[in-house]
């Protein structure tokens, strides 16, 4: 069994575990508005750069983007995760060497993302997924697909969602808010990229979760 180290003791999670991170993916490590973009730019749809600024979190009848029904939305997410977007979308700046160094401190990172939202092309998306996180460089000790976040506790959550920040917040968990502009009304702790200055604000709130 691992020897938890006593200054983690209060943040032991499980058995084994302590400074157990879950963390989302699209949002959070990785573009995913940009690679919709990028998507239907190729088939010729243009979407404006402002449309990524979206005051919401979903993308039906927002600004710029072409879905005026949740069909309309899931059919072209479905086009596009059959030509890999999550193998091949951005990571945000700097995400890779952020999660290296938690991982370098004992963080226990577990990726927990809603990916698997629509049925049909699961395996395509669970693969393209681990692809995804190999290739960029991003250490993971778990990779879950969820929707229920709250059925995974962890001394922290990082999340963009506020359906997510709400729904863990309120099963008591501890939530950092990944800065987006349809999350700006929600209380912090938040960080707004994975600059140094953030990790070491995270390494901050494993030790001490403001009350
Ligand atoms: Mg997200």
Redesign the pocket.
């Known amino acids: 069994m691992a020897t938890i180290p006593e200054q983690y003791e209060s943040q032991r999670v499980g058995v084994q575990g302590y400074r157990v991170l879950n963390l989302?993916?699209?949002?959070?490590c990785a573009d995913?508005k940009g690679a919709i973009r990028d998507y239907l730019q190729r088939q010729g749809i243009d979407v404006p750069e402002r449309a990524l600024q979206t005051a919401h979190y979903n993308l039906i009848r927002e600004d710029g983007w072409p879905f005026d029904t949740l069909d309309d939305y899931i059919e072209t997410h479905k086009a596009a995760e059959r030509e890999h977007l999550y193998a091949t979308m951005q990571p945000l700046p700097g995400v890779a060497q952020a999660l290296q160094r938690l991982a370098g401190e004992h963080v226990y990172i577990r990726i927990v993302?809603?990916r698997l939202f629509v049925s049909g092309q699961h395996q395509m998306v669970v693969s393209d997924t681990a692809q995804w996180l190999d290739s960029n460089h991003i250490p993971y000790m778990s990779l879950c697909f969820t929707g229920l976040k709250d059925s995974m506790q962890a001394t922290i959550h990082i999340?963009?969602?506020p359906a997510?920040i709400e729904t863990l917040r309120e099963a008591g968990q501890h939530v950092v808010v990944?800065d987006q502009p349809y999350n700006s009304a929600y209380d912090g702790p938040r960080i707004n990229s994975w600059s140094d200055v953030n990790v070491n604000k995270l390494l901050t709130l494993f030790e001490h979760w403001p009350e």
């Open positions: 989302d993916l699209d949002g959070v995913y993302t809603h999340d963009d969602s997510n990944f």
